[in-house]
C-alpha cells in the first residue's frame, strides 16, 4: 500500500530515520522532485501510521489502486483536490477517508507544504480483530469515520494526532504506544459519532429533493463571491433550511458553509497563483470585503497567510 507507491512517486527509503521514531520507516523525497520525508510505521496488516511533511517542486498527480481500509487524518497544511468525487484537501479539519478498492485520485498543489498525521486501519482489524475482541458488542466504526469527515470541533482527535507525531519511543515501547493510541482514536471517533448522530436519520432522499440540492450547489458555484444566506438557498430547493442543512451534507460530504468557504478558498488560490492582483482584489473576487477577512479564513484552511502561499506557489 506504501513502498511501491513512494518509490514509483520520487521517494527512497532513509534509513537515518532523523526527526522520527525507528519502529517506522522513512522515505526521503528525491532532490528533483521536492524536499522532505514521508514517514509510515505498520503493525502486521492491521492498522499503519503516517507523518507527512514534505514539498513538490511541480504540482503533483497521484492516482492509485485503493485497497478496503478506513483512514482518518489531520492536515497542518495542504493545498490541492481530490478527485472523483471532487473535494477540495483543506487543513485544520479531520479527514475521514474510506478506501474501497477504487482509484484515488488527487492534485497537490507545487511549493506549498504537505503536512499530515493520519492513522490507517485495515478489515483485518475493523471486521475481524475488533468483532472477536467485543463479541456482541461490535460496531463497525465505517460509518463513525466517514461522519467526522471535515470536523472543525474534534481537538482530542487533533491532540491525539499531534502526539503520535511527536513520539520518537523505539522497541516494545513504542509499538505498545502506537497500538494504545489506534485505539484511543477509534474510541474517539465512535463516540464522538453516537453524540453527533441526529435523531431522525436520512434514509432516502426523493429524487426531486436530489434535483433541487443539484440547483442549490450550481447556485453556489456561481454566486460564491456574494453574500450567500441560507433562507434564499433553501427557497432555491424548495425545502426548510433544517432539511437543508442536513439533506446537502448528507449529499455532498460537507456543510453548506463549509461548501461555500470551500468554493471561495479554491478560488482564492487559483488567483494568487496565477495573477498579480494584489490581495485586496482578490478578497473582492472571492467575496470578503477585507483583505484581513480572508487571510483569517485562507490561513485556517491552509495552514498558510494568502502572501505566504503567493510566494511558495510562484516559486520557480
Known sequence: MYESFLLESGFYRDTSNEGFSREGTCFRLSPEKGKGHYW????????????LDFVFYED???EYPQPRYLDIGYYESVSGE???????LACSCIRGHIGNNNLYQALYHKNIPIRSTSISIMPEYYEDYLRAKYPG????????????DGSTDFPELVFLLKQIKKCRFTGIAARLYFEGKVTEAISLIVQR????????TVKRISQPDLEGLEVVAAYIDDHFDRTIHLESLAKIACMGTTKLKYTFKEVYKTTV???ILNKRM????HLLANTDLNINQISQCVGYKKASSLAAVFRKKNGLLPNEYRRLAMQQ
Open 266 to 269: 479554491s478560488q482564492a488560490e
Open 257 to 259: 458553509f463549509d461548501y
Open 60 to 62: 503533483f498527480f497521484v
Open 137 to 148: 458488542e461490535y460496531e463497525n466504526p465505517q460509518q463513525a469515520f466517514s461522519s467526522v
Open 193 to 200: 459519532t453516537r453524540e453527533i448522530q441526529p435523531v431522525n
Open 82 to 88: 481530490q478527485l472523483e468525487p471532487y473535494k477540495r
Open 40 to 51: 509510515v510505521y505498520t503493525f502486521a496488516n492491521l492498522f499503519s501510521i503516517s507523518v
